[in-house]
């Protein structure tokens, strides 16, 4: 098309879009954003939190943040500053602050949440009545709209990572909440019902059925269990990209832990260099043990433990332990999602 024809179109349509507006309707602009381009173009950034900042700011907000007054939960939220709010385009990151003798009060809602316990020992969750005793690297599951609470009984505090999929469920307008009557709700008598019924992953019980809606039946993944996992599974050659991973799964049919997140733990052996990919989808790792880096973009994150990154969607990145000791890595992502709605795409270098 010539300029000419070009530059009556554009008139054309920008006169088009008073005369449409009263009646909630439009041409695209000449100056819109492409609707369609080539691949991903994500305003979630690739981000790394250092332990070393993030240590005081905890201490901070243990201090200065009343778990009774400002609200029911003391959390530090991981912000990604390409997006208004959230750590990813998908969902919410942030490290809970639980003080010895405090409770965190029961409640619900639609995002699925889960937490994994960074440091410490002595804190309850109960989720829809089922108690569980937290500890350093155990994985708690608090599927969509289980009531869940927190008590903390130890005498030291204590720390865990939050990540509840707040922005798909805000892109879907399903907000739900729900305050319980009381502060704590009803224990059963028997502690980690789950875990004793489905922990093994190999043998449950006869007829065993999902909790409502589809959802996994076992709600807590303790982490003597992901270790001796990871060591067996170190036995046999790395992957190329992530040397040694494992996903936690839905022990009824195999399915990822939550319809909307995966989590992973993942080795990287002292020397392993992996190889660079790329795919949609975000994650975010948290550095249990080990010194290494992952490149992503054009940005070089070299991590220690108690670090945690994001890798935005379609960043290609890729991951080396630099120090003279095995790497533990967790991770959390969306992937369940785009797998299932059939946006997943990866690339290998
Ligand atoms: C929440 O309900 C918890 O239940 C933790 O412990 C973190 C972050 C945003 C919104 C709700 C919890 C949260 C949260």
């Given at each position: 098309m010539s300029d000419e024809l070009i530059g009556q179109d554009a008139d054309r349509r920008r006169a088009l879009k008073q005369d449409l507006a009263k009646y909630h309707c439009r041409v695209h602009q000449?100056?819109?954003?492409?609707?369609?381009?080539?691949s991903p173009q994500p305003a979630t950034q690739s981000v790394h939190w250092r332990w070393e900042d993030l240590c005081p700011l905890l201490e901070r907000i243990g201090q200065e943040v009343d778990l009774t007054a400002g609200g029911p939960r003391r959390t530090l939220r991981l912000h990604n500053?390409?997006?208004?709010?959230?750590?990813?385009n998908t969902f919410w990151a942030s490290i809970q602050v639980i003080l010895p003798g405090e409770v965190a009060t029961a409640h619900r809602h639609t995002a699925n949440a889960l937490r994994f316990i960074m440091q410490g020992e002595g804190a309850w969750t109960t989720v829809d009545g089922e108690c569980y005793p937290m500890r350093t690297g155990d994985l708690v599951l608090t599927p969509s709209w289980a009531w869940h609470d927190h008590v903390h009984r130890g005498d030291q505090p204590m720390i865990w990572l939050d990540v509840l999929d707040i922005s798909l469920m805000q892109a879907l307008e399903a907000t739900f909440f729900e305050p319980y009557t009381d502060g704590l709700q009803p224990v059963d008598t028997m502690p980690d019902r789950s875990w004793r019924q489905f922990?093994?992953?190999?043998m449950m019980p006869p007829g065993a059925q999902p909790r409502a809606?589809?959802?996994?039946?076992?709600l807590a993944y303790p982490f003597d269990m992901a270790e001796k996992a990871i060591a067996a599974a170190a036995g046999m050659p790395g992957d190329a990209y992530d040397d040694v991973a494992l996903e936690y799964r839905n022990?009824?049919?195999?399915?990822?832990?939550?319809p909307t997140l995966a989590m992973r733990m993942q080795l990287l052996r002292s020397g392993f260099v992996g190889r660079k990919r790329r795919h949609t989808g975000s994650k975010l790792y948290y550095v249990m043990r080990g010194e290494g880096a992952t490149s992503v973009g054009d940005q070089r994150f070299a991590w220690c433990a108690g670090d945690l990154f994001t890798v935005a969607p379609w960043d290609w990145h890729a991951h080396e332990n630099t120090g003279g000791q095995d790497a533990l890595l967790w991770q959390v992502n969306d992937l369940p999602v785009l797998k299932s709605l059939g946006y997943f795409r990866e690339e290998l270098a």
């Open positions: 000449p100056d819109d954003p492409p609707l369609f381009t080539r500053p390409g997006l208004p709010r959230g750590t990813t922990g093994s992953g190999l809606g589809g959802a996994n039946p076992l022990p009824l049919g195999g399915g990822p832990a939550m």
